[in-house]
Protein backbone atom coordinates (compact mmCIF):
# COMPACT_ATOMS: atom_id res chain seq x y z
CA UNK A 1 0.00 0.00 0.00
CA UNK A 2 1.06 3.11 -0.67
CA UNK A 3 2.02 6.01 2.10
CA UNK A 4 0.02 8.00 -0.24
CA UNK A 5 -2.80 7.71 -2.94
CA UNK A 6 -4.61 9.96 -5.28
CA UNK A 7 -6.20 9.14 -8.32
CA UNK A 8 -4.29 9.86 -11.05
CA UNK A 9 -7.03 11.47 -13.41
CA UNK A 10 -7.33 13.27 -15.71
CA UNK A 11 -10.34 14.92 -13.76
CA UNK A 12 -12.48 17.44 -16.33
CA UNK A 13 -14.90 20.04 -15.02
CA UNK A 14 -16.38 23.14 -17.20
CA UNK A 15 -15.16 26.56 -16.61
CA UNK A 16 -16.81 27.91 -13.12
CA UNK A 17 -17.54 24.72 -11.81
CA UNK A 18 -16.00 23.02 -8.19
CA UNK A 19 -13.20 20.72 -8.96
CA UNK A 20 -13.04 18.01 -5.88
CA UNK A 21 -9.63 16.33 -5.82
CA UNK A 22 -8.86 13.57 -3.00
CA UNK A 23 -6.20 11.90 -1.52
CA UNK A 24 -6.35 9.13 1.11
CA UNK A 25 -2.86 8.11 3.07
CA UNK A 26 -1.98 5.07 5.45
CA UNK A 27 -0.16 6.60 8.18
CA UNK A 28 -2.88 7.61 10.80
CA UNK A 29 -0.10 9.21 13.06
CA UNK A 30 0.24 11.89 10.23
CA UNK A 31 0.33 15.75 11.16
CA UNK A 32 0.76 17.90 8.32
CA UNK A 33 -0.85 17.94 4.88
CA UNK A 34 -0.55 19.62 1.99
CA UNK A 35 -1.56 20.41 -1.43
CA UNK A 36 0.97 22.03 -4.27
CA UNK A 37 -0.15 22.90 -7.86
CA UNK A 38 2.69 21.73 -10.25
CA UNK A 39 2.30 22.84 -14.08
CA UNK A 40 3.52 21.17 -17.06
CA UNK A 41 7.47 21.33 -16.83
CA UNK A 42 7.36 23.62 -14.10
CA UNK A 43 8.58 22.55 -10.45
CA UNK A 44 5.21 22.23 -7.64
CA UNK A 45 4.50 25.08 -5.80
CA UNK A 46 2.67 25.23 -2.44
CA UNK A 47 -1.42 26.08 -2.75
CA UNK A 48 -2.23 25.09 0.92
CA UNK A 49 -1.41 23.30 4.29
CA UNK A 50 -3.98 21.92 6.64
CA UNK A 51 -3.01 20.69 9.93
CA UNK A 52 -6.34 19.63 11.61
CA UNK A 53 -9.73 18.29 11.01
CA UNK A 54 -12.43 20.73 9.23
CA UNK A 55 -12.23 22.68 6.51
CA UNK A 56 -9.20 25.25 6.30
CA UNK A 57 -10.24 28.69 3.12
CA UNK A 58 -7.99 30.09 1.00
CA UNK A 59 -9.54 32.18 -1.57
CA UNK A 60 -11.52 29.80 -4.00
CA UNK A 61 -9.31 26.80 -2.52
CA UNK A 62 -10.68 24.47 0.32
CA UNK A 63 -9.18 22.05 1.95
CA UNK A 64 -10.47 19.61 4.06
CA UNK A 65 -8.86 17.48 5.98
CA UNK A 66 -10.65 14.00 7.81
CA UNK A 67 -7.79 12.13 10.08
CA UNK A 68 -10.32 9.43 11.55
CA UNK A 69 -10.73 8.39 7.57
CA UNK A 70 -7.32 9.73 6.85
CA UNK A 71 -8.55 11.44 4.32
CA UNK A 72 -7.84 14.98 2.50
CA UNK A 73 -9.17 16.72 -0.42
CA UNK A 74 -8.66 19.97 -2.02
CA UNK A 75 -12.02 22.02 -3.42
CA UNK A 76 -11.74 24.66 -5.89
CA UNK A 77 -14.60 27.01 -6.58
CA UNK A 78 -15.04 28.52 -9.79
CA UNK A 79 -12.90 26.60 -11.86
CA UNK A 80 -10.55 28.56 -14.43
CA UNK A 81 -8.43 27.41 -17.07
CA UNK A 82 -5.41 28.67 -15.24
CA UNK A 83 -5.83 26.03 -12.42
CA UNK A 84 -5.26 23.00 -15.44
CA UNK A 85 -2.68 21.61 -13.86
CA UNK A 86 -1.29 18.54 -11.51
CA UNK A 87 -2.39 18.80 -7.93
CA UNK A 88 -0.01 16.83 -5.96
CA UNK A 89 -0.95 15.67 -2.02
CA UNK A 90 1.25 15.49 0.51
CA UNK A 91 1.89 14.28 3.97
CA UNK A 92 4.05 14.48 6.09
CA UNK A 93 4.32 11.14 8.44
CA UNK A 94 4.62 10.74 12.26
CA UNK A 95 8.01 9.14 11.59
CA UNK A 96 8.89 12.81 9.81
CA UNK A 97 8.85 11.12 6.53
CA UNK A 98 7.50 13.60 3.58
CA UNK A 99 5.33 11.31 1.03
CA UNK A 100 3.76 12.45 -2.05
CA UNK A 101 1.18 10.92 -3.83
CA UNK A 102 1.39 10.65 -8.01
CA UNK A 103 -0.97 14.09 -8.63
CA UNK A 104 -4.43 14.53 -10.10
CA UNK A 105 -4.30 15.82 -13.50
CA UNK A 106 -7.15 18.18 -13.27
CA UNK A 107 -8.32 19.97 -16.88
CA UNK A 108 -11.15 22.70 -16.71
CA UNK A 109 -12.48 23.23 -19.86
CA UNK A 110 -13.54 26.63 -21.13
CA UNK B 1 8.61 34.67 1.80
CA UNK B 2 10.17 31.15 1.77
CA UNK B 3 11.89 31.24 -1.88
CA UNK B 4 14.62 28.56 -3.47
CA UNK B 5 16.64 29.07 -6.35
CA UNK B 6 18.37 26.73 -8.53
CA UNK B 7 20.89 27.35 -10.89
CA UNK B 8 21.24 26.40 -13.69
CA UNK B 9 18.31 26.33 -15.00
CA UNK B 10 19.13 24.44 -17.90
CA UNK B 11 22.39 22.60 -18.37
CA UNK B 12 23.57 20.81 -21.19
CA UNK B 13 26.55 18.48 -21.22
CA UNK B 14 28.42 15.91 -22.90
CA UNK B 15 27.99 12.41 -21.56
CA UNK B 16 30.85 11.39 -19.09
CA UNK B 17 31.33 15.33 -17.69
CA UNK B 18 29.86 15.91 -14.38
CA UNK B 19 27.04 18.75 -13.40
CA UNK B 20 26.90 20.78 -10.08
CA UNK B 21 23.33 22.04 -9.30
CA UNK B 22 22.51 24.17 -6.80
CA UNK B 23 20.05 24.49 -4.37
CA UNK B 24 19.81 28.14 -1.99
CA UNK B 25 17.01 28.75 0.04
CA UNK B 26 17.29 32.60 -0.11
CA UNK B 27 15.26 33.92 2.81
CA UNK B 28 15.12 30.93 5.50
CA UNK B 29 17.14 28.87 6.82
CA UNK B 30 16.71 24.85 5.53
CA UNK B 31 17.10 22.42 7.89
CA UNK B 32 16.97 19.41 5.43
CA UNK B 33 16.94 20.07 1.87
CA UNK B 34 15.45 16.99 -0.29
CA UNK B 35 16.44 16.21 -4.28
CA UNK B 36 14.07 15.18 -6.84
CA UNK B 37 13.87 13.92 -10.11
CA UNK B 38 11.04 13.91 -12.70
CA UNK B 39 10.69 12.54 -16.03
CA UNK B 40 8.67 13.27 -18.41
CA UNK B 41 5.20 12.95 -17.52
CA UNK B 42 6.14 11.00 -14.52
CA UNK B 43 5.62 11.69 -10.70
CA UNK B 44 8.09 13.06 -8.78
CA UNK B 45 11.07 10.42 -7.46
CA UNK B 46 12.58 11.32 -4.28
CA UNK B 47 16.26 10.75 -4.58
CA UNK B 48 17.71 11.67 -1.47
CA UNK B 49 17.48 13.81 2.00
CA UNK B 50 20.20 15.94 3.16
CA UNK B 51 20.55 17.81 6.52
CA UNK B 52 23.12 20.50 7.10
CA UNK B 53 26.48 19.17 8.19
CA UNK B 54 25.55 15.36 7.96
CA UNK B 55 25.88 13.01 4.75
CA UNK B 56 22.66 12.38 2.56
CA UNK B 57 20.24 9.79 3.04
CA UNK B 58 19.58 8.10 -0.64
CA UNK B 59 16.65 6.51 -1.19
CA UNK B 60 16.61 2.96 -2.76
CA UNK B 61 17.99 2.43 -6.46
CA UNK B 62 19.59 5.89 -6.30
CA UNK B 63 23.52 5.75 -6.64
CA UNK B 64 25.13 8.19 -4.02
CA UNK B 65 28.71 7.61 -6.16
CA UNK B 66 26.97 9.15 -9.18
CA UNK B 67 24.60 11.75 -7.42
CA UNK B 68 27.02 13.34 -4.56
CA UNK B 69 24.97 15.44 -2.30
CA UNK B 70 26.81 18.54 -0.05
CA UNK B 71 24.55 20.33 2.28
CA UNK B 72 27.59 22.46 3.79
CA UNK B 73 25.37 25.51 5.17
CA UNK B 74 21.91 25.81 6.22
CA UNK B 75 21.06 27.95 2.98
CA UNK B 76 22.75 25.57 0.23
CA UNK B 77 22.90 22.11 -0.77
CA UNK B 78 24.56 20.97 -4.34
CA UNK B 79 24.40 18.12 -6.22
CA UNK B 80 26.83 17.01 -8.57
CA UNK B 81 25.90 14.48 -10.61
CA UNK B 82 28.92 12.65 -12.11
CA UNK B 83 30.02 11.20 -15.32
CA UNK B 84 26.63 11.79 -16.56
CA UNK B 85 24.94 9.59 -19.27
CA UNK B 86 22.18 10.27 -21.78
CA UNK B 87 19.66 8.13 -19.14
CA UNK B 88 20.33 11.17 -16.63
CA UNK B 89 18.46 13.91 -18.56
CA UNK B 90 15.79 15.15 -16.36
CA UNK B 91 14.15 17.52 -14.39
CA UNK B 92 16.12 17.98 -11.29
CA UNK B 93 14.13 20.26 -8.52
CA UNK B 94 15.02 20.78 -4.55
CA UNK B 95 12.98 21.47 -1.79
CA UNK B 96 14.03 22.91 1.33
CA UNK B 97 11.56 22.89 4.56
CA UNK B 98 12.60 24.51 8.29
CA UNK B 99 11.81 21.58 10.30
CA UNK B 100 10.11 18.04 10.21
CA UNK B 101 6.34 19.59 9.83
CA UNK B 102 6.87 22.31 8.12
CA UNK B 103 5.93 22.39 4.87
CA UNK B 104 8.45 21.78 1.82
CA UNK B 105 9.22 24.85 -0.62
CA UNK B 106 10.65 23.80 -4.57
CA UNK B 107 12.92 25.54 -5.90
CA UNK B 108 12.35 25.83 -9.87
CA UNK B 109 13.88 23.26 -10.99
CA UNK B 110 17.25 22.26 -13.40
CA UNK B 111 16.83 20.76 -16.70
CA UNK B 112 19.48 18.57 -17.83
CA UNK B 113 20.24 17.12 -20.89
CA UNK B 114 23.15 14.55 -21.44
CA UNK B 115 24.04 14.28 -25.37
Known amino acids: QKEVEQNSGPLSVPEGAIASLNCTYS??????FFWYRQYSGKSPELIMS????GDKEDGRFTAQLNKASQYVSLLIRDSQPSDSATYLC??????????FGTGTSLTVIP | GAVVSQHPSWVICKSGTSVKIECRSL??????MFWYRQFPKQSLMLMAT?????????EQGVEKDKFLINHASLTLSTLTVTSAHPEDSSFYIC???????????FGPGTRLLVL
Open chain 2, 95 to 105: SARTGVRETQY
Open chain 1, 27 to 32: DRGSQS
Open chain 1, 50 to 53: IYSN
Open chain 1, 90 to 99: AVNSAGNQFY
Open chain 2, 27 to 32: DFQATT
Open chain 2, 50 to 58: SNEGSKATY
